[in-house]
Nanobody, 127 residues
């Protein structure tokens, strides 16, 4: 059974930092792309960062480049998202996500492509 369990959300002031965690299990990471999406109130769910299928490539949406950093601990199968210099527009529910297939080395999935979701963790950045 595939499981993605997020933690680490909370309330932070503008300019602050948070680190999200996603404990992943039940699938082979060689076959899946894994990463983070977020959904702000009234907006569509969007990709934030993604490790491509098989690893070796990490991408970030433009709005978080230089501020967010994703990493993966192979020993514990845990995905992390270090978020620095947070802005009010980063306020959203953040979801851990996994999608199967070799094509996700070359393409960035949208939310409709995702096979598995975590339940999400809320990040609120106050101004």
């Amino acid at each position: 059974e595939v499981q993605l369990v997020e933690s680490g959300g909370g309330l932070v002031q503008t300019g602050g930092s948070l680190k999200l965690s996603c404990a992943a299990s039940g699938f082979s990471f060689d076959d899946y792309a894994i990463g983070w999406f977020r959904q702000a109130p009234g907006k569509e769910r969007e990709v934030v960062s993604l490790i491509a299928t098989g690893g070796g490539k990490t991408t970030y949406t433009v709005s978080v480049q230089g501020r967010f950093a994703m990493s993966f601990d192979n020993a514990t199968n845990t995905l992390y998202l270090q978020m620095n210099s947070l802005k009010p527009e980063d306020t959203a529910v953040y979801y851990c996500a996994a999608v199967r297939g070799p094509k996700w080395y070359w393409f960035i999935p949208n939310s409709d492509d995702i096979d598995y979701w975590g339940k999400g963790t809320l990040v609120t950045v106050s101004s």
